[in-house]
């Protein structure tokens, strides 16, 4: 295999969940349409400079639905801008405030990330929902095992999957007693066992698209090392419409690390996916600064191609072979590249990287042409 193309292999097949599909703004969520991947901006919302900033740097990484927090009307107030500026569907965050969720409908959020439990009497639902309706906002329902209501944890003692999911049904009850479908929802918990149950669980009770998150993951190591244990083990099992890998990190490595998880399934493709061995004392070139700066340098091609970085002859034709590009360290600093898994030439040590980048970029251009050309047919 040397490119990116989905794999007809049966063994590598993970069969979705059926769910029903709502609409972002613009981007499908649910249904066949391609799991999405979130991130949340950390700057004060009220600040929209800031906030927009940040945006452009997830949709750099290729973030497809960003959510804000809207905790006060400074930042109600600043959404409308924030909405114009981002190329990406807004989701304004909203805990307890009905106001402020009637707010960011008004200023184009595409979705409300609120509960409908939680915000008072059902009059107050219920101007929620419309102004949710009237400006073609979608909702998502957000149970989190840290702030399960009160009633459902003297019920079940602690949380636990049948309280998330019942959490979960309580606030679809409401939404669908006023009419209204265009929701998702989420059971997050930072135990992944509590988390994968739930989700589990809340598939084979509802058809509504589901948003994946193990909800205080931690820092970017351990965080995403829970997070693909976790929503890994979902998407794998076929379960999750849209992701958001919360990490102590910058928004931008949540959408990386998104990404990554989505590859690593085959679940999307974007960008060069690298596969580069450890380094060990066969290696002809530091294999592991290579693949640093190679990472860096490489960030923006967005179209799928593979490229393989192996530090000597043990496993670099074999990976070579299956990858658009490939690199095998060789003695005195001269190294084999490999174009679509045929040895062509050899570099130097000292040219390595750059003639890498230009190769990627040529094969990512390239790619490119060839889909123009077969859009343009059709
Ligand atoms: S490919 Fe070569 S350099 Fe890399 S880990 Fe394997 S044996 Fe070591």
């Given at each position: 295999m040397t490119s990116e193309n989905p794999s007809l292999r049966p063994w590598r097949d993970i069969e979705r969940r059926q769910s029903r599909q709502i609409m972002v703004g613009d981007v499908p969520v649910g249904g066949d349409a391609p799991i999405t991947v979130q991130t949340m901006t950390n700057?004060?919302?009220?600040d929209a400079g800031a906030t927009i900033d940040q945006i452009r740097r997830c949709e750099d990484a290729g973030v497809d639905i960003i959510r804000v927090s809207c905790p006060d009307v400074e930042s109600t107030s600043a959404l409308k801008q924030i909405v114009r500026a981002s190329r990406v569907p807004i989701v304004a965050d909203i805990h307890f405030h009905y106001k402020r969720g009637i707010e960011a409908a008004e200023a184009g959020a595409a979705c409300l990330r609120i509960?409908?439990?939680?915000?008072?009497s059902s009059a107050r639902v219920k101007e929620v929902v419309d102004a949710a309706k009237s400006n073609g906002c979608a909702i998502r329902i957000g149970v989190n095992a840290g702030s399960l209501e009160k009633d459902l944890l003297e019920k079940y003692g602690e949380p636990c999957p049948e309280a998330l999911v019942e959490s979960a049904l309580d606030h679809i009850k409401i939404l669908q007693d006023h009419d209204f479908h265009e929701f998702k929802v989420a059971v997050k918990a930072s135990d992944v066992f509590l988390a994968v149950a739930a989700y589990s669980q809340l598939a084979d009770a509802v058809d509504c698209p589901l948003h994946l998150g193990i909800t205080e993951?931690?820092?970017l190591i351990g965080g995403t090392v829970k997070s693909s244990i976790g929503m890994g083990n979902l998407l794998w099992a076929g379960i999750g419409d849209t992701i958001r890998v919360s990490l102590s990190a910058e928004p931008e490595e949540e959408v990386r690390v998104g990404y990554e998880m989505l590859k690593a399934l085959g679940l999307r493709t974007r960008g060069v996916r690298v596969v580069s061995c450890p380094s060990?004392?066969?290696?002809?070139?530091d294999v592991i600064r290579t693949v640093q700066t190679l990472e860096e340098r490489l960030q923006?091609?967005?179209?799928p191609l593979s490229l393989s970085v192996l530090g000597c002859v043990v496993n670099g034709p074999g990976e070579a072979r299956e990858t658009d590009i490939g690199i095998t360290g060789g003695g005195k600093g001269k190294h084999m590249v490999y174009l679509s898994g045929v040895t062509d030439h050899h570099v130097e040590d000292g040219d390595m990287v750059d003639h890498i980048v230009k190769l990627v970029e040529a094969k990512a251009a390239e790619i490119e042409a060839a889909e123009d050309q077969v859009e343009a047919a059709e």
């Amino acid at each position: 295999m040397t490119s990116e193309n989905p794999s007809l292999r049966p063994w590598r097949d993970i069969e979705r969940r059926q769910s029903r599909q709502i609409m972002v703004g613009d981007v499908p969520v649910g249904g066949d349409a391609p799991i999405t991947v979130q991130t949340m901006t950390n700057t004060p919302t009220s600040d929209a400079g800031a906030t927009i900033d940040q945006i452009r740097r997830c949709e750099d990484a290729g973030v497809d639905i960003i959510r804000v927090s809207c905790p006060d009307v400074e930042s109600t107030s600043a959404l409308k801008q924030i909405v114009r500026a981002s190329r990406v569907p807004i989701v304004a965050d909203i805990h307890f405030h009905y106001k402020r969720g009637i707010e960011a409908a008004e200023a184009g959020a595409a979705c409300l990330r609120i509960n409908p439990g939680n915000i008072g009497s059902s009059a107050r639902v219920k101007e929620v929902v419309d102004a949710a309706k009237s400006n073609g906002c979608a909702i998502r329902i957000g149970v989190n095992a840290g702030s399960l209501e009160k009633d459902l944890l003297e019920k079940y003692g602690e949380p636990c999957p049948e309280a998330l999911v019942e959490s979960a049904l309580d606030h679809i009850k409401i939404l669908q007693d006023h009419d209204f479908h265009e929701f998702k929802v989420a059971v997050k918990a930072s135990d992944v066992f509590l988390a994968v149950a739930a989700y589990s669980q809340l598939a084979d009770a509802v058809d509504c698209p589901l948003h994946l998150g193990i909800t205080e993951a931690g820092g970017l190591i351990g965080g995403t090392v829970k997070s693909s244990i976790g929503m890994g083990n979902l998407l794998w099992a076929g379960i999750g419409d849209t992701i958001r890998v919360s990490l102590s990190a910058e928004p931008e490595e949540e959408v990386r690390v998104g990404y990554e998880m989505l590859k690593a399934l085959g679940l999307r493709t974007r960008g060069v996916r690298v596969v580069s061995c450890p380094s060990c004392a066969r290696q002809g070139f530091d294999v592991i600064r290579t693949v640093q700066t190679l990472e860096e340098r490489l960030q923006h091609i967005r179209t799928p191609l593979s490229l393989s970085v192996l530090g000597c002859v043990v496993n670099g034709p074999g990976e070579a072979r299956e990858t658009d590009i490939g690199i095998t360290g060789g003695g005195k600093g001269k190294h084999m590249v490999y174009l679509s898994g045929v040895t062509d030439h050899h570099v130097e040590d000292g040219d390595m990287v750059d003639h890498i980048v230009k190769l990627v970029e040529a094969k990512a251009a390239e790619i490119e042409a060839a889909e123009d050309q077969v859009e343009a047919a059709e």
